[in-house]
């Protein structure tokens, strides 16, 4: 092979390379876009949530208010009682509505840790040819044991730093 084919072959795998990147990043933005909107319908559910409790304070203040008026009649028993039925009944729709919001929230955290991992397999997956860098896969891996920092290691392969840190993550090292 001459240097011309061997010029368009590595302009070939970059062009590839990048392709391949810009579909991830479309892919992440997309996802991101919809994990986005589920968040803020999460948000309105939670500020619904905080003006049906700004309405059952205002409720359990008036149901005081009515209480106290009442209590010349009530023996202490009784009003204990009927607090806490109001109490009960204001709390529990309340509840109900946290739990429904804690298992949404649950369900949106499984697919963002779904999505991660398919996104971390897909990138395990895509590798650089062996053909390209193999002698320099080894050479930094052998540096790397040997306790030579990752900056040095670039500088003596004439590789840049974060080509470096993708050989050693790639080979599980670092």
Same mark, same amino acid.
């Given at each position: 092979?001459? /240097?011309?084919? #061997? =010029?368009?072959?590595?302009?070939?795998?970059?062009? &590839?390379? %990048?392709?391949? #990147? /810009?579909?991830?990043?479309?892919?992440?933005?997309?996802?991101?876009?919809?994990?986005?909107?589920? &968040?803020?319908?999460? %948000?309105?559910?939670?500020?619904?949530?905080?003006?049906?409790?700004?309405?059952?304070?205002?409720?359990?203040?008036?149901?005081?208010?009515?209480? @106290?008026?009442?209590?010349?009649?009530?023996? *202490?028993?009784?009003?204990? @009682? +009927?607090?806490?039925?109001?109490?009960? *009944?204001?709390?529990?729709?309340?509840?109900? %509505?946290?739990? @429904?919001?804690?298992? =949404?929230? +649950?369900?949106?955290?499984?697919?963002?840790?779904?999505? !991660?991992?398919?996104?971390?397999?897909?990138?395990?997956?895509?590798? &650089?040819?062996?053909?390209?860098?193999? =002698? *320099?896969?080894?050479? &930094? !891996?052998?540096?790397?044991?040997?306790?030579?920092? #990752?900056?040095? #290691? %670039?500088? +003596?392969?004439? /590789?840049?730093?974060?080509?470096?840190?993708?050989?050693?993550? !790639?080979?599980?090292?670092?």
């Amino acid at each position: 092979m001459n /240097l011309e084919q #061997i =010029n368009f072959q590595l302009e070939y795998v970059v062009v &590839i390379m %990048a392709l391949i #990147i /810009l579909y991830l990043l479309y892919y992440v933005y997309t996802k991101d876009t919809t994990y986005s909107k589920n &968040i803020r319908s999460v %948000a309105s559910v939670v500020e619904d949530l905080n003006r049906e409790l700004y309405y059952l304070k205002k409720q359990l203040s008036e149901a005081e208010t009515k209480f @106290q008026s009442n209590s010349q009649r009530m023996n *202490d028993d009784e009003i204990y @009682q +009927e607090i806490e039925r109001s109490v009960y *009944d204001m709390v529990q729709p309340l509840s109900i %509505a946290m739990k @429904q919001l804690q298992s =949404n929230i +649950e369900v949106i955290e499984g697919q963002i840790e779904h999505r !991660i991992a398919q996104l971390e397999s897909g990138v395990k997956q895509f590798s &650089i040819p062996t053909s390209i860098h193999a =002698n *320099d896969d080894e050479k &930094i !891996i052998s540096l790397f044991k040997q306790g030579v920092s #990752i900056e040095t #290691i %670039a500088k +003596e392969l004439h /590789l840049s730093k974060p080509e470096v840190e993708f050989v050693l993550k !790639i080979n599980k090292i670092k």
